[in-house]
């Protein structure tokens, strides 16, 4: 079994991946901004039942220094670079987001390829293959990228396609033989652990809680945190997977209404507040005038992006669950864990 470090312990993709490589038998050192953090991490594992967890090994490594990385890589065979910034609203400076991003991404590739590391696994985002193009029919693949200057490109969607890009050229340029493997998923649901879990999951929580009052008008690709988890792991031992891209979708989009109406079907009471209504596009524009948090939301209203997980199904053997198993699976743990109230 293999020595792997994964950045980002405490994330709810990280926290699910350790618990995954736990179960397989590996050895598992992680990085926390903080270790006071340690705790939240030890308890999201007890929840996901990871055996040996009490073996974890934690290091101390912020994406923003040099300091700590050193000792994090140590003895790694594999690394597994699933840390990244992500916002809570939109940064005044874009740069905010892009700028650690980018340059966490390289600190984390070169203390690798200076410990001797095999292989880096590096999670990017479908916001670096799919954004920018306008409306298109066009079926996005591992060939495509974010076109940066085109539309609907936030800070975040070009964070992750910047700090990807710049992950590809440093090892080309100085990897020295460091072997680099990205995976890119889309919207992420699933089973949450604890109170840290994706944006996305809140789509769910939102729904739940009533504060979604009608579902709007957007259709999300969606994907299941262990099946991502289960999909960077193939990724780290696969031979053909080294230098290739991948990306993490379980099938065709899925609508805010088609979830809305699963939760209700599935879940009885404790769905009874999800949506029954949609929102019109138009009426969401005007009030997107007077908030912010739906300002975000505008030039989403309509759009459909689709992309082929073939790739990563032919070469990796990857089955992922079902959009209905995942939303419906972050509704569960959701309302078992109490976490409906946050």
């Known amino acids: 079994m293999a020595h792997v470090l994964v950045t980002?312990?405490?994330?709810?993709?990280?926290?699910?991946?350790?618990?995954?490589?736990?179960?397989?038998?590996?050895?598992?050192?992680?990085?926390?901004?903080?270790?006071?953090?340690?705790?939240?991490?030890?308890?999201?594992?007890?929840?996901?039942?990871a055996p040996g967890r009490e073996g974890v090994s934690y290091v101390e490594a912020d994406l923003t220094s040099d300091a700590g990385w050193d000792r994090a890589v140590a003895g790694a065979d594999h690394v597994l670079h699933i840390a990244s910034p992500f916002p809570g609203s939109r940064p005044k400076d874009e740069n905010e987001l892009i700028v650690p991003a980018r340059?966490?991404?390289?600190?984390?590739?070169?203390?690798?390829?200076?410990?001797?590391?095999?292989?880096?696994?590096l999670t990017s985002s479908f916001a670096a293959v799919g954004y920018g193009h306008g409306p298109t029919d066009r079926v996005f693949t591992e060939a495509d990228w974010t076109n940066l200057d085109g539309p609907g490109?936030?800070?975040?969607?070009?964070?992750?396609?910047?700090?990807?890009?710049?992950?590809?050229?440093?090892?080309?340029?100085?990897?020295n033989g460091l072997e680099l493997t990205t995976i890119n998923p889309v919207g992420?649901?699933?089973?949450?652990?604890?109170?840290?879990?994706?944006?996305?999951?809140?789509?769910?929580?939102?729904?739940?809680?009533?504060?979604?009052?009608?579902?709007?008008?957007?259709?999300?690709?969606?994907?299941?945190?262990?099946?991502?988890?289960?999909?960077?792991?193939?990724?780290?031992?696969?031979?053909?997977?080294?230098?290739?891209?991948?990306?993490?979708?379980?099938?065709?989009?899925?609508?805010?209404?088609?979830i809305?109406?699963?939760?209700?079907?599935?879940?009885?009471?404790?769905?009874?507040?999800?949506?029954?209504r949609s929102a019109p596009a138009w009426l969401l524009r005007l009030l997107s005038i007077a908030s912010p948090q739906l300002r975000e939301t505008v030039p989403?209203?309509?759009?459909?992006?689709?992309?082929?997980?073939?790739?990563?199904?032919?070469q990796l053997d990857w089955a992922p669950r079902s959009n209905e198993e995942s939303v419906l699976a972050s509704a569960r743990s959701l309302v078992r864990l109490g976490l409906l109230a946050d």
């Not at 939102?206 to 957007?218: E, F, K, N, Q, V």
């Not at 079907?265 to 999800?274: I, R, V, Y």
């Open 8 to 49: 980002g312990g405490t994330g709810f993709l990280g926290s699910h991946t350790i618990a995954r490589l736990l179960a397989s038998g590996h050895k598992v050192t992680t990085t926390l901004r903080s270790l006071k953090r340690q705790p939240d991490v030890e308890k999201m594992l007890a929840v996901a039942g």
């Open 103 to 121: 340059d966490g991404a390289l600190r984390v590739l070169r203390a690798a390829r200076d410990a001797g590391v095999r292989r880096v696994v």
């Open 300 to 314: 989403q209203l309509g759009v459909v992006r689709r992309a082929d997980n073939a790739k990563a199904r032919e």
């Open 188 to 258: 992420i649901f699933g089973p949450v652990l604890g109170p840290d879990y994706a944006g996305s999951v809140r789509i769910i929580h939102s729904m739940l809680t009533g504060a979604m009052r009608a579902a709007p008008p957007i259709r999300t690709n969606t994907v299941d945190v262990r099946d991502v988890a289960e999909l960077h792991i193939k990724a780290m031992t696969s031979p053909a997977a080294a230098g290739q891209r991948y990306l993490a979708l379980a099938g065709e989009p899925i609508s805010f209404q088609q």
């Open 153 to 175: 490109v936030t800070p975040y969607v070009k964070s992750k396609a910047v700090a990807e890009r710049a992950a590809w050229d440093f090892v080309a340029a100085e990897g």
């Open 260 to 276: 809305a109406l699963a939760l209700r079907s599935q879940l009885g009471e404790a769905a009874a507040k999800a949506p029954t």
